[in-house]
């Protein structure tokens, strides 16, 4: 029962003084799904209280403070002493996020190899680098702290080549070129990224036509940057959305997923301090697509 004495106080910031263990922005999103009931009825965060509602609570389980093992299908393209090279399906998550604490690419590394590089935090041991959800690919895993670092200081000095094949709406004028547009996160729509700004990090994006077809083209895209959505918030920009892409317009795909694939990466072994080329082949679904072209 809520105290007469609190009337005229937010529900969110009510329930962070009665409950100090929890961080806000977590009680928030109870109240936004549902948890927490005034008087039987659901309402905003922002709710103000009169005194006198009964609050009923019902938590959410608390994510994991590290990411646990699982038995789950890893394919290995490459391995050497220092570096692991895995070809992440569309649909995998590579590490736990909101809403996403099983079933990662991450979860499945531990199961297979039971430690990694930990400069990246206990929720991300041995991610150098990141592919988006429903990108297939090819991605590079470090298993020392040494092996981390120095891919690390190979992706921020843009040593790594990074090859994509990335099929998008339209005909794209000209056989290549090269896109750079700084990428920020889109003020109205948050969970997109945009090029339309001027404010933005910088990114670098270069293509060149693999094939055409009626109404769609076939690009191999090099990324110079690793900005977050960056080949989809460019290819955009063009006036020429990823296939499947529906965040950017594009409409959905009967296979689920978006025509983006991290098809080859460049890179010198940190231990072998050899060049290793490594080459992802493309998943059955998006052979089968172009088939359908």
């Keep these: 029962m809520v105290p007469v004495s609190e009337a ?10 009665q409950m100090p263990a929890y961080s806000r922005s ?3 999103s109870w109240v936004k799904g549902g948890r927490v009931t005034v008087d039987g009825k659901t309402e905003k965060p922002s709710f103000l209280l009169r005194g006198g509602e009964l609050l009923e609570i019902r938590p959410d ?17 490459y391995e050497d ?8 399906p569309a649909g995998m998550v590579v590490h736990a996020g909101a809403g996403n604490h099983e079933g990662t690419l991450v979860n499945a590394l531990l199961h297979r190899f039971g430690s990694l590089s930990g400069v990246a935090g206990d929720l991300r041991p041995g991610i ?13 895993v470090a298993k020392t702290d040494t092996a981390h670092a120095a891919l690390a200081a190979q992706f921020s000095g843009r040593k790594v080549e990074k090859m994509y094949i990335a ?3 339209g005909e794209v004028q000209g056989e290549s070129g090269e896109i750079r547009k700084p990428i ?13 700004l001027a404010s933005g990090r910088e990114a670098i994006t270069s293509w060149r036509v693999n094939r055409r077809f009626p109404r769609f083209t076939l690009l191999d895209v090099l990324i110079g940057t690793g900005r977050t959505h960056q080949i989809r918030v460019h290819l955009k920009s063009l006036g020429h959305a990823v296939a499947g892409d529906k965040l950017y317009g594009a409409p959905a795909h009967h296979s689920g997923r978006f025509f983006l694939h991290a098809r080859q990466i460049r890179f010198l072994s940190p231990s072998t301090k050899q060049p290793v080329t490594v080459l992802a082949p493309l998943p059955p679904e998006l052979e089968l697509w172009l088939k359908e072209l």
């Design 8 to 17: 005229g106080k937010r529900l969110d910031h009510f329930l962070q003084e």
């Design 167 to 169: 099929l998008v709406h």
């Design 61 to 77: 389980v608390l994510p994991p403070l590290r990411a646990e093992a699982e038995d789950l299908p890893l394919e290995i393209l």
């Design 184 to 196: 920020a996160r889109d003020p109205v729509h948050r969970t997109k990224m945009t090029a339309r």
């Design 128 to 140: 150098v680098h990141r592919l988006d959800r429903y990108t297939s690919g090819v991605i590079l």
């Design 81 to 88: 002493e220092s570096v692991v090279a895995v070809n992440k």
């Design 26 to 28: 977590r009680l928030q």
